[in-house]
């Protein structure tokens, strides 16, 4: 029985459902416990690490048992519909804190609750990318729209944050995006055909799937080499706030129209580089979109007033469209290899531990906010130390600059056997 075509735009409208409550709880958790509530740095920092050891059980987990799901509405849809609304629930709990000496003891549990409900819809929303569209002609036009949506997302839930939460506060603006987000997540879900013949596929067994991933260098290159550039976006993200406080000294205005920069010439820029995998090879246009954000970090660095600020910020968005664009194309022939090879559908927990390694950002991150603490004294918004514009730096340039050259050295290493895209034109089976 063939699988009912999906249309593009509403699987990847997804993304936006799905980006909204995550970015807001990544990019502001710090600065609202830390600055506003005055937890110390290093408790953040705690439990980033603790969290990252979490999300290495919980993601192949929720992968495996994707997978193996049958029901007549599909393997992956009956989780995001349970996923979404629970997602929005405990956003809303994140950012309505009790008024409690030790904060801790409430960010710590909700961190990770927050951060595994969002582990399980992504296990479950990203494995339907490489199963809906086959060839990479259809993959390269869904994800160029899937991250549009992601990225007008991350306008909102990032870059008109300031303005939204200085209005009505971030409890008011966790309910709007809460139910917002997890709407969509929804209306995406029931918009999606997966294919019935899957059904009946045997279930993947555990110790398979878990011994085709070790074996799978491509996969550990490609995962690698992500974890190093999602780490160095995750910064930009969360230390931002801090840089236009303490580096720029600019307003909340401003701070939103930083980020809006960033996030309206990346859309702009996903359609250009897309149009060059028209033309090359998927893993070339992924090293150069690589090499280039590793290198616009520097601009950013530098940068002392608001204006200059803005230009870098475009400078850094051409490089991020890039690796928008091709990343996930590069994780769906992986999983393509895969099926070919073992005749399996593993794109759940594929999808999932590349999830993991992706979210090894927390490592990263947490490292570069502890050693914040301790090159720079900063400690708390009521203790920021000596010099918190430099440390702000550190965090959002020079240490993702690092990380950067790390990703695009991995890059250099993944080459597929037949040089190129072997989906390129294939058609629908």
């Given at each position: 029985m063939a699988a009912k075509p999906t249309k593009a735009w509403r699987y990847a409208v997804g993304m936006f459902g799905t980006s909204i409550p995550i970015n807001i709880f990544k990019t502001y958790a710090s600065i609202f416990y830390v600055d506003r509530m005055g937890m110390p740095i290093k408790h953040y920092s705690l439990t980033l690490l603790i969290y990252t050891f979490i999300d290495a059980l919980d993601n192949p987990v929720y992968g495996f048992l994707s997978d193996r799901t049958r029901t007549k509405w599909g393997r992956r849809r009956p989780w995001l519909i349970v996923g979404a609304p629970a997602l929005a629930l405990l956003l809303i709990g994140f950012f309505?804190?009790?008024?409690?000496?030790?904060?801790?003891?409430?960010?710590?549990?909700?961190y990770v609750l927050t951060g595994t409900i969002d582990s399980l819809i992504n296990a479950n929303y990203a494995p339907l990318?490489?199963?809906?569209?086959?060839?990479?002609?259809e993959r390269s036009h869904t994800n160029s729209m899937r991250q549009a949506f992601q990225l007008l997302a991350m306008i909102i839930s990032i870059a008109l944050t300031p303005i939204v939460t200085g209005a009505i506060g971030y409890q008011t603006t966790a309910i709007i995006y809460g139910l917002l987000g997890g709407a969509v997540i929804i209306f995406s879900a029931l918009g999606c055909h997966e294919n019935p013949d899957y059904n009946e596929m045997a279930k993947p067994r555990m110790w398979d799937s878990i011994l085709s991933i070790a074996k799978n260098k491509h996969f550990w290159i490609a995962g690698i080499a992500t974890a190093f550039y999602s780490a160095a976006m995750s910064l930009v993200m969360s230390a931002?706030?801090?840089?236009?406080?303490?580096?720029?000294?600019?307003?909340?205005?401003?701070?939103s129209i930083l980020f809006a920069t960033v996030l309206v010439v990346s859309i702009a820029f996903i359609w250009v580089w897309s149009r060059f995998l028209?033309?090359?090879e998927v893993v070339k246009v992924w090293r150069l979109a690589l090499m280039f954000l590793g290198l616009a970090y520097l601009p950013l660095y530098f940068a002392g007033s608001f204006m200059w600020a803005v230009a870098a910020g475009a400078i850094l968005a051409v490089g991020y469209g890039g690796v928008l664009a091709t990343n996930d194309l590069i994780?769906?022939?992986?999983?393509?290899?895969?099926?070919?090879?073992?005749?399996q559908r593993r794109?759940?927990?594929?999808?999932?531990?590349?999830?993991?390694l992706n979210r090894l950002n927390g490592l990263f991150t947490s490292l570069a906010f502890f050693l914040v603490s301790i090159i720079f004294g900063y400690e708390s918004g009521d203790n920021p130390g000596a010099n918190p514009a430099s440390a702000t730096r550190f965090l959002l340039?020079?240490?993702?600059?690092?990380?950067?050259?790390l990703s695009a050295v991995f890059a250099m290493l993944l080459n597929f056997d037949d040089g190129s895209t072997q989906e390129h034109e294939q058609e629908h089976s």
């Open positions: 309505s804190p009790p008024n409690i000496p030790n904060i801790i003891l409430y960010f710590l549990p909700m990318f490489p199963e809906l569209f086959k060839t990479q002609r931002m706030p801090f840089y236009a406080k303490y580096a720029l000294n600019i307003s909340s205005v401003q701070t028209n033309k090359y994780g769906a022939r992986i999983i393509d290899e895969d099926a070919s090879k073992y005749n794109e759940g927990i594929y999808s999932s531990v590349g999830g993991f340039a020079l240490f993702p600059f690092i990380l950067m050259i």
